[in-house]
């Protein structure tokens, strides 16, 4: 087991392994186009139930009088719901199957979204918590997905959801506050998010009842504990890096627009800025991972790894009228998501140890990454100031940069030299 999963292999199974083998040429099809819809609408739909929440929060408490605990708990809620439910997706997944698991996700996700449309901080907290449930399964299955479907192109695959998941991101973002505006209502303008799941549902639920007539090597796998995995390289480093660049992500995605109105921002502005952030890791996105696919890994890593580092240096040290270089910055930063998502889609010789270290580093790296959002609340409430808040910060995204630069290094022996067929696959 050490040997399959302590390295970084291209998939073996074929392009059309997924799908039974006297299946007509347009069931194949079929099945193909909805799946890559199903990819996009689904990372549309991974980060809009966050990102339309963070430019928010001020109205929100505004409106719903709660206090310091539950605004900081607020943008904590989803990286804890990402660690927990996301430790038990495998098994719901070896209970329901990929497809049915992914249908239950996006009930839970729609269900949780509507639920915020209730004028109370218990609704908006009990939403929160079923709607990021859902996603929490979402994001541990997704590279099985690819894995399953696209084992030949899990890159452009990883990239396609990528850019996608930061589109819709952008327009959440972008557009929550000026939708407030206009429905009279933060909470309304939270519950409409609802809509696009619906979307995601009816394109995933097809693969679901036709994945019930497969009989696959892959559904009679046994099951794949993820634990021994931070017995290896590679499972302590994709862990690693999960978690501190999850831990950068929802903290600026959390705070960003209520560290710029603290500086003097107008609320819409602030919002914008985190929609332009997600726009701009859509180009960034394209040119890291076509490093990759040209076998250039470790510039991918440092690219995006010390584009966030220089984005919360110059968050702190910068003027808020300067704050557009900080959001270029950490655009690009983003990017380190999607390099990690390729390490892990492509771990294992299966679509189950895929899911195992997918399990791991979603599981772990969210438990630790919850600290940062809840943290930087509770610090900038008690002293009243974002600058401790943005230093640790700093502190974190320098250890991303030594995380990046051991995982895509040459050293370390047949480990790294497996990890170099990221490379290699990435451009099929």
């Known amino acids: 087991m050490t040997k399959q999963v302590d390295s970084i292999p291209a998939p073996a199974s074929s392009a059309r392994g997924s799908l039974p083998p006297a299946a007509p040429d347009g069931y194949r099809r079929t099945t193909v186009v909805l799946a890559v819809v199903s990819v996009v ?3 549309m739909n991974l980060r809009v139930a966050v990102a339309s929440a963070a430019a928010l929060f001020p109205a929100l408490q505004e409106l719903l009088g709660y206090g310091p605990l539950v605004a900081s708990l607020l943008p904590t809620i989803p990286v804890l719901c990402f660690a927990f439910a996301g430790l038990a997706t495998p098994r719901l997944m070896r209970l329901l199957g990929l497809e049915q698991s992914m249908v239950l996700s996006l009930v839970l996700l729609t269900a949780g979204l509507a639920t915020r449309l209730a004028p109370a901080t218990s609704m ?19 590279p099985s997905f690819v ?8 890159a452009g695959i990883t990239s396609l959801y990528s850019i996608t998941m930061s589109a819709g991101a952008a327009l959440a973002s972008g557009i929550s506050v ?7 209502s933060p909470l309304a303008a939270l519950g ?7 979307v995601a549902l009816a394109a995933v639920l ?8 497969e009989k696959t090597v892959g ?4 099951h794949v504990s993820p634990w021994p995995l931070l017995a290896t390289r590679n499972g302590l480093l994709i862990t690693g890096l999960f978690t501190l660049q999850a831990l950068l992500v929802y903290s600026i995605v959390g705070w960003l627009p209520s560290i710029l109105i603290d500086r003097g921002m107008d609320p819409t502005t602030a919002g914008l800025l985190l929609g332009a952030l997600q726009l701009i890791s859509i180009p960034a996105t394209l040119v890291v991972m076509g490093l990759v696919a040209k076998g250039r890994l470790r510039a991918a890593f440092m690219i995006a790894s010390g584009a966030a580092l220089a984005g919360f240096v110059s968050l702190e040290v910068l003027p808020v009228s300067l704050a557009l270089l900080p959001t270029v910055f950490l655009g690009i930063g983003f990017t380190m998501f999607p390099l990690v998502m390729l390490a892990i889609s492509r771990s294992g010789e299966s679509v189950e140890e895929s899911s195992a270290m997918s399990s791991l580093a979603q599981s772990v790296g969210y438990v630790v990454a919850a600290l940062g959002p809840f943290s930087l609340g509770l610090l900038f409430s008690l002293l009243g100031s974002w600058t401790v808040p943005l230093w640790l910060l700093v502190a974190a995204a320098i250890l991303q ?9 040459g050293k370390g022996g047949r480990t790294s030299g497996r990890l170099e067929q990221v490379g290699a696959g990435a451009g099929e």
């Not at 908006?124 to 997704?142: E, K, P, Q």
């Not at 894995?147 to 899990?154: L, S």
């Not at 559904?219 to 046994?222: L, Q, V, Y």
């Open 41 to 43: 609408l689904l990372g």
């Open 124 to 142: 908006l907290l009990l939403g929160t918590i079923v709607a990021m449930s859902g996603l929490a399964v979402c994001n541990v299955a997704v």
């Open 147 to 154: 894995r399953k479907y696209f084992p030949h192109r899990t």
């Open 178 to 184: 000026p939708l407030a505006l206009q429905l009279d």
């Open 192 to 198: 409409v998010w609802a809509i696009p799941t619906l």
């Open 206 to 213: 097809p693969l679901a009842i036709g994945s019930r007539r």
């Open 219 to 222: 559904n009679a796998a046994a």
């Open 401 to 409: 940069v030594l995380l990046a630069l051991w995982l895509s290094s």
